[in-house]
């Protein structure tokens, strides 16, 4: 999900290359370009579904349309500004358009795709550094990322029975298209408490962890939030 730029193009990317049979999902038409050069980069061929995954009605024709999975990687996510004293409308429709993306879409999805998933099946989301803790300004996506933990924990008992596993991400301040252009002065502030190094860290520095959890290594793990952050969140 959210697999046509960022980093669920990169999570594809190292998915394809791992000779996985892979299909990205965006809302966004570039979702079908997107898959024809991740297969052409990797050799191997990509499907591509258009879906808006707020809508409920498109997620279950998606779980048609894609049939079994075994492995789901749910990365769909909206990032915009709320603060606080902001009280206009577009504040407003940001506010509910971002848990309507971040926590009922990936909600929608891992509901009607796990109906066919199979024992031994993994469902990943992404969570994020402000999944464990806060940001001024961003109260709905740090309220999403919360409750994206929430999900995992509660879809990790439910699903358990079954043998599926479902576990979180949380990754900070990857160095994405739109990180990139971002002030010198804000990603060293968004990045000062990282242990190892401050600084963006490269996408496929990330998808390491989610390639980890689709291992076989991985088959006793689950209902976890595993930080990807260089050791920010201790802070």
């Known amino acids: ?10 999570l594809a990317q190292e998915f394809a290359l791992a000779k996985s049979t892979v299909a990205i999902v965006s809302e966004m038409p570039e979702v079908h370009e997107a898959a ?21 009605d498109a997620v279950v024709r998606l ?50 795709l796990s109906r066919s998933m199979p024992n031994g099946g993994r469902i990943m989301f992404t969570s994020s550094f402000w999944g464990k803790t806060a940001g001024a300004g961003y109260s709905a996506y740090v309220a999403s990322k919360h409750a994206v933990i929430g999900l995992v924990r509660t879809l990790a008992i439910e699903l ?14 990857i160095a994405t298209e739109k990180s990139l252009t971002a002030p010198k002065e804000a990603i060293d502030r968004a990045t000062l408490h990282m242990v190892l190094r401050p600084g963006l860290i490269p996408p496929c520095d990330i998808a390491g962890i989610y390639l ?7 088959s006793e793990i689950t209902g976890q939030a595993l930080s990807v952050d260089r050791g920010a969140a201790l802070f």
Do not use: K
């Open 1 to 10: 999900m959210g697999g046509h730029s960022g980093l669920g193009y990169v």
């Open 36 to 56: 024809i050069a991740l297969g052409e980069e990797c050799g191997v061929s990509v499907g591509s579904h258009l879906c808006d995954i707020t809508d409920r």
């Open 63 to 112: 779980a048609d349309e894609v049939g079994e999975v075994d492995v789901l990687v749910n990365n769909a996510a909206l990032t915009v500004m709320t603060p606080l004293d902001d009280h206009s409308a577009q504040a407003a429709t940001n506010f509910g358009r971002t848990l309507a993306t971040n926590v009922a879409g990936l909600y929608w999805v891992a509901q009607e």
């Open 160 to 173: 358990g029975p079954r043998g599926i596993s479902v576990n979180a991400v949380c990754p900070h301040s």
């Open 212 to 218: 980890f959890l689709a291992s076989p290594a991985a």
